[in-house]
């Protein structure tokens, strides 16, 4: 087996406010293999998009820090390094696509503009290079007339093309993985499906590794290889994607996927998770989803369970599987 691309141990994120510090990310580990596309699933809020922002150092100070963990990136430390080496890094070896493209692209620049200025960063290529090279990247993200985008400004497009437009960018350098956080929030369903197909397109052709930032478990069936599934800063399972929806491990997990709509079921409704989601500033002493949990046994409350490795590098942190032999689950 390769060595990860990517490897995350032990992330923690804190959280300061005026009322409270709160640990948001709390212990993570994730790997990713070149090539392969990873999902990371779980709530709003459960600390998804925290854990993809400090992969390139961009948690926002002094409220949000990194305060414990590695991040290593082909063997380099990336919460080591200098402001200047992970800039460098930022949009070439990895690149980023953002959930809401209007937030993240300049209105007052055209998109020629913001494309190149990531080439022109990145690359030695003068200005004629870089201009087609835009069109080239427009082109590949089944842009149609790619000139006159090119001479577009941000609010001239749809938010399809808008989202094509980062997701050119992100490919601009050829970085080796590309993180895309909820790609598709803010699009109709038929753009939704279009964005989606495209990307995976996109990152089989050219051999990318992909980290999926999602709440939606039908998005990681169709794009991802392997899953992690997150809740209240903690990674509670982890599974190839066909085993996962076969057979969740994590009570967690199962309500996930009870809670997606299937067109293979006939259900009359979809079934809610009762309660409510923890406040990580006063966290409880056991499993975070002791509360909400019908399964849940008497010392779940009061410690938090292990990680239990089931074959094929699959596991789960629960205590229904602590006290039976994992390689018989």
């Known amino acids: 087996m390769s060595a990860p691309l990517i490897e995350i141990e032990g992330l923690r994120i804190q959280i300061r406010t005026r009322e409270a510090t709160m ?6 580990d994730l790997t990713i293999a070149p090539g392969e596309a990873v999902g990371l699933v779980g709530e709003s809020g459960c600390g998804k998009s925290l854990t993809a922002l400090s992969i390139l150092r961009l ?3 002094p409220a949000v820090s990194i305060v414990g963990g590695r991040i290593s990136f082909q063997g380099r430390d990336l919460l080591g390094l200098s402001a200047s080496a992970i800039q460098d890094i930022r949009g070439s070896d990895i690149a980023m696509i953002f959930q809401d493209p209007m937030t993240f692209m300049n209105p007052v620049f055209t998109v020629e503009r913001q494309i190149g200025e990531a080439i022109r960063r990145h690359t030695t290529l003068n200005a004629a290079a870089r201009a087609r090279r835009v069109r080239e990247l427009l082109a590949k993200v089944q842009i149609p007339d790619p000139e006159r985008v090119a001479r577009s400004y941000p609010h001239e497009l749809s938010g399809g093309m808008r989202q094509r437009v980062l997701i050119a960018t992100a490919l601009s350098c050829e970085p080796k993985l590309i993180i895309a956080d909820e790609p598709t929030t803010a699009l109709d369903v038929t753009i939704q499906a279009q964005i989606l197909d495209l990307l995976g397109e996109l990152v089989e052709e050219a051999g990318i590794s992909l980290l999926l930032i999602t ?6 069936a169709g794009l991802c290889e392997r899953v992690y599934v997150m809740y209240a800063g903690r ?6 994607v066909r085993r996962l929806f076969a057979t969740p491990r994590h009570p967690y997990t199962a309500g996930l996927l009870r809670s997606v709509l299937r067109h293979d079921e006939h259900r009359g409704e979809l079934v809610a ?3 409510n989601v923890p406040d990580l500033a006063n966290p409880p002493a056991g499993c975070r989803f002791c509360a909400r949990c019908a399964q849940a046994l008497d010392r779940c409350a009061g410690q938090a369970p292990p990680w239990v490795a089931f074959e094929g590098g699959a596991g789960a942190a629960c205590w229904l599987y602590a006290t039976q032999n994992a390689g018989s689950c």
């Open 23 to 28: 640990i948001a990310v709390d212990g993570v």
């Open 59 to 61: 948690v926002p100070p």
């Open 215 to 220: 709440h939606d478990m039908g998005v990681v």
């Open 235 to 240: 990674i509670v399972e982890s599974a190839d």
């Open 273 to 275: 998770l009762e309660g």
